[in-house]
Nanobody, 122 residues
């Protein structure tokens, strides 16, 4: 069973930056693709970004393109989400997920972390 542990969330002012990390306990065919999702209070979970461990493929939601960047440290089994120019509407719990299918649908990911909260104040 793959376990994902997120870290790095917190409180930041609008325009600031945060870097989230997600460490996988192991890597299998089930963790070929790593993704970030977020869920704001009262809203549905939404796709943020995903990548392959090799970095050959990355994709972002339109709402974060140009501001967020995903990257990976394969030696540490860790992916990162660098979030710059944060906006109050980025406030949400951010979840790391792992799967084997290129998808922006949360249902296609079989492993999830516990989430890390991000609050952006105006």
């Amino acid at each position: 069973q793959v376990q994902l542990v997120e870290s790095g969330g917190g409180l930041v002012q609008a325009g600031g930056s945060l870097r989230l990390a997600c460490t996988a306990s192991t890597r299998t065919w089930r963790t070929t693709l790593m993704a970030w999702f977020r869920q704001a209070p009262g809203r549905e979970r939404e796709f943020v970004a995903h990548m392959t461990w090799s970095g050959e493929h990355t994709d972002y939601a339109n709402s974060v393109k140009g501001r967020f960047t995903v990257s990976a440290d394969n030696a540490k089994n860790t992916i990162y989400l660098q979030m710059n120019t944060l906006k109050p509407e980025d406030t949400a719990v951010y979840y790391c997920a792992a799967g084997s299918t290129l998808s922006i649908r949360g249902d296609d990911y079989s492993c999830w972390g516990q989430g890390t909260p991000v609050t952006v104040s105006s």
